[in-house]
DNA sequence: TACCAGGTCCTCG
DNA sequence: CGAGGACATGGT
């Protein structure tokens, strides 16, 4: 078993499945980790919107933002595309820079009323929708594999030893892509599983002594 | 108090 | 291209 694998292995084991993309359950107003794959239009937006609002904020904070879109009944193409950019922009102020997001949302919004099945370069050429916010759409909302590389990816498998601090985004995700299988549900919960060992023990300042991964790692 | 969080865009050299 | 700055809230 390569490297990555070994890695993933180990981090299923030690934390199980995270069950994203979080969504809000029908009839409720809080997304939750229930593991359930979207299933139509408004559940794929309710992805897209989290994966726009979490760009460098905690999910914290965009649950609260996505707690009042829900309760404002928001969470639909044509809805955001006719909402008054200022109310827009109040209602997911606690996801942090709700002006830009607010922006981001509307254009989204108009993106994918015409765009049902977008590839890779026609998101990445939407404003507001870099690498990883669109590997994130593709691969849980659309189910497509793409491996999504983040902040915490990149710290960890440099840390690891696996690739330099300042690797381009595509190729880590190559490097990923070339060593696991094409496989949708382990691309989906490796991810959720490095962002895991990010927040628990791969931190700025990194607690080594219990990390599951300390004897892959070449600091050991 | 300062720093960090599931990035991206814009500007300038 | 690549570096540097702007964007902003909530938790520790």
């Known amino acids: ?9 180990i981090l299923y084991k030690t934390f199980g499945p995270q069950g994203w993309w979080p969504m809000t359950p029908k009839n409720q107003l809080h997304p939750k ?19 726009i609002l979490t760009q460098n904020t905690s999910w914290k904070n965009v649950e609260k933002a996505i707690f009042n879109l829900n309760k404002s009944k928001l969470i639909e193409i044509d809805k955001i595309k ?12 606690p996801s942090g820079y709700y002006n ?4 981001k949302l509307k254009i989204a919004a108009e993106f994918f009323s015409k ?19 669109a590997d994130s759409i593709l691969l849980y909302a659309f189910q497509k594999p793409f491996f999504v590389i983040d902040a915490y990816t990149k710290r ?5 030893g696996i690739c330099k601090p300042d690797i381009k985004y595509e190729e880590l995700q190559d490097k990923f892509q070339e060593n696991l299988n094409k496989n949708i549900r382990v691309f989906n919960e490796y991810h959720a599983l490095i ?16 990390c599951p991964i300390k004897n892959y790692c070449k600091k050991f």
């Open 100 to 103: 830009q997001k607010a922006e």
């Open 156 to 160: 960890i498998f440099s840390r690891i």
């Open 33 to 51: 980790h229930n593991g359930v794959k979207p299933k139509n239009d408004r559940q794929r937006f309710e992805i897209i919107i989290g994966a």
């Open 1 to 9: 078993m390569n490297q990555i694998k070994k890695i993933y292995s």
């Open 115 to 133: 765009n049902k099945s977008p590839e890779r370069q026609e998101l990445l050429a939407v404003k507001g929708i870099g690498p990883e916010t």
């Open 195 to 210: 962002v895991e060992l990010g927040k628990q023990f791969c931190t700025k300042t990194p607690k080594c002594s219990n």
């Open 82 to 93: 006719k909402i008054n950019l200022k109310k827009l922009a109040s209602l997911i102020k």
